[in-house]
């Protein structure tokens, strides 16, 4: 059974920093089975936005609203993906989910997190004042 569970959100003043964490079971994080994972997030009143995607390669993506703000990195050993938010603004308050799939579309955000691809964690909340 897969199964991702997201940590680490929380409540802090714009310019602060926080570090998700995304620790998933259930499969191997590799091409050979399931080798990107994401991170979306949903504000109030917004879709659902793909922040940050990282491939079992390394490779990452990011959003433009995220770009030089954001870092996502792995631990292969620890089977957990991270997402360190530096620094943080009032607009990236909302709900944060890690997601695993054979790959993202960057392209388009979607209604509403958790969508009905893939697998998903349950969410984590951030909040960010200002």
């Known amino acids: 059974e897969v199964r991702l569970a997201e940590s680490g959100g929380g409540s802090v003043q714009a310019g602060g920093s926080l570090r998700l964490s995304c620790t998933f079971s259930?499969?191997?994080?590799?091409?050979?089975?399931?080798?990107?994972m994401g991170w979306y997030r949903q504000g109030p009143g917004n879709e659902c936005e793909l922040v940050s995607t990282?491939?079992?390669?390394?490779?990452?993506y990011y959003a433009d609203s995220v770009k030089g703000r954001f870092t996502a990195s792995q631990d292969n050993a620890e089977n957990t993906v991270y997402l360190l938010m530096n620094p943080l603004k009032p607009e990236d308050t909302g709900v944060y989910y890690c997601a695993a799939d054979r790959g993202f579309d960057t392209d388009y955000d979607i209604a509403e997190c958790p969508a009905n691809f893939g697998y998903w964690g349950q969410g984590t909340q951030v909040t960010v004042s200002s």
């Open positions: 259930g499969f191997i994080f590799d091409p050979s089975d399931i080798g990107d």
């Open positions: 990282i491939g079992s390669d390394g490779s990452t």
